[in-house]
């Protein structure tokens, strides 16, 4: 099947930001495909072309909508739309460059994202085992999900903050337990929270977990502490943190509310942490410049934890292979548009697997309607999701899709649930 033609429009993110949903036509079929955007970004991510004009503050997508429309259209058009690395390949060479800063990876990633999904209904099959055939890993399997219950940093306006304290409900037997343990966990904390700090505690940040107005890091913690053990989960839910920390180094230490840090006193600070409120993983615990940090970090709790690159690695090969050389971390956080691409995304997850790492498919803070990352999650098999707190329809697009494909896999007996 041909591909007859790829356009693009300007369509609204959950931060209400302008963001692209590119179209795929081949025969009969029309598929479409929105890109996330993020707020803590790695200085390394591919390049999102804004307009940087008047209109959005500068954050129009405009000119990555004709780059669409004009340049990557006259080039696919004609295309077999199952070639999806020649297809990934023929955007990365109009493009040129090394981040693809020319077409924008806006462009490039919602286009190729939107040529999977038509390949899959051309073949009849579904998205998630299209991916899974892309990758050639045929291990469906639903994840543990990671859900941001107490969001910070970046994604609530904070300074010297760690922005993600989630929940990680390893003892569950299905997805659709994991969901219910971890809605439940999210109502009892919501109720905690609006007795604790007033009603306005129930509002939430951009990933969907409340923000509590107060700075001790232990302090917070400890309140999802409590709601795990109200609703009388505490044996089944650990908890995963990602620090997103690069947003606090400056000039060589880190600064989280009133204290200051160097990498080996953070370490112990993190160690300390793990002891006291069940963590089993943390992300991003070091900032992307700092390698030796990451090296202490990954030295002293590398073989007790997961210890995750996201800014550090930033999807790219190029810096997953560095991470393995040097034993940086030992799990990648997979983002499509960090790379900006289906096949590059593959390629990373790949990698990673083949180095005995672990992988989390992950959204943007800026998410949108689109549920790809679910299918996608499941065609790697990873066995771990991080799609944000159970609540705003941005989020739960992807629950949903989960619980979908749970039930379709149950009906054929190969509903796999975890690594
Ligand atoms: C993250 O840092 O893991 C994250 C999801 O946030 P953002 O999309 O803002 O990078
Ligand atoms: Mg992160």
New binding site residues.
């Given amino acids: 099947m041909q591909i007859d033609y790829v356009k693009a429009r300007q369509v609204f993110d959950s931060r209400g930001n302008p963001t692209i949903e590119a179209e795929v036509k081949t025969g009969k079929i029309i598929e479409r495909a929105i890109v ?7 200085s390394n991510e591919a390049i999102e072309l804004r307009d940087k004009e008047k209109a959005f503050n500068g954050k129009g997508v405009l000119k990555a909508v004709e780059n669409v429309n004009l340049k990557i259209n006259e080039k696919l058009k004609g295309m077999t739309v199952t070639e999806q690395e020649n297809i990934d390949k023929t955007m990365i060479e109009l493009d040129g460059t090394e981040n693809k800063a020319n077409l924008g990876a806006n462009a490039v990633v919602a286009v190729s994202m939107a040529v999977t999904r038509a390949a899959a209904k051309t073949k009849e099959i579904s998205l998630y085992e299209y991916l899974g055939e892309l990758a050639d890993i045929k291990k469906y399997c639903l994840p543990v999900p990671q859900m941001n219950v107490l969001n910070g940093g ?2 609530a306006g904070l300074e010297n903050d760690i ?2 304290r989630m929940i990680y409900p390893v003892g569950a037997k299905s997805f659709s337990e994991a969901m219910q343990m971890s809605v439940e966990i999210y109502h009892a904390l919501k109720k905690l929270m609006k007795k604790k700090f007033g009603s306005l505690a129930g509002l939430i940040g ?2 969907g977990g409340f923000v509590p107005k107060i700075t001790d890091e232990e302090q917070k913690l400890e309140l999802i502490l409590n709601a795990i053990e109200e609703t009388g989960y505490t044996k089944e839910v650990k908890i995963v943190i ?1 620090c ?1 920390s690069s947003e606090f180094f400056k000039e060589g230490n880190y600064f989280i509310g009133e204290k200051k840090f160097n990498a080996g006193e953070l370490t112990d600070f993190y160690s300390d942490l793990i002891s006291k409120f069940n963590i089993v993983s943390i ?2 615990g070091m900032a992307e410049q700092d390698w030796q940090g990451w090296n202490i970090l990954t030295e002293k709790l590398g073989k007790k934890i997961q210890i995750v690159g ?2 550090l690695l930033v999807t790219n090969i190029k810096f997953i292979e560095k991470a393995i050389k040097e034993n940086s971390c030992n799990a990648l ?1 997979l ?1 499509v548009n960090q790379i900006g691409s289906v096949s590059e995304s593959i390629a990373s997850a790949k990698l990673s697997f083949e180095n005995n790492w672990n992988v989390i498919v ?5 998410e949108t309607e689109d549920g790809f990352i679910a299918d996608l999650v499941v065609g790697l098999g990873t066995g771990q999701s ?1 799609f944000g707190a159970p609540a705003r329809s941005d989020r739960n697009t992807k629950y949903n899709q989960l619980l979908r494909i749970e039930e379709e896999l149950s009906e054929k007996n190969k509903a796999v649930f975890g690594k």
């Fill in positions: 996330a955007s993020g707020a803590s970004t790695g970046k994604h922005q993600e951009d990933e990602d997103a992300e991003d996201d800014d956080l983002k992950s959204h943007r803070s800026g991080k």
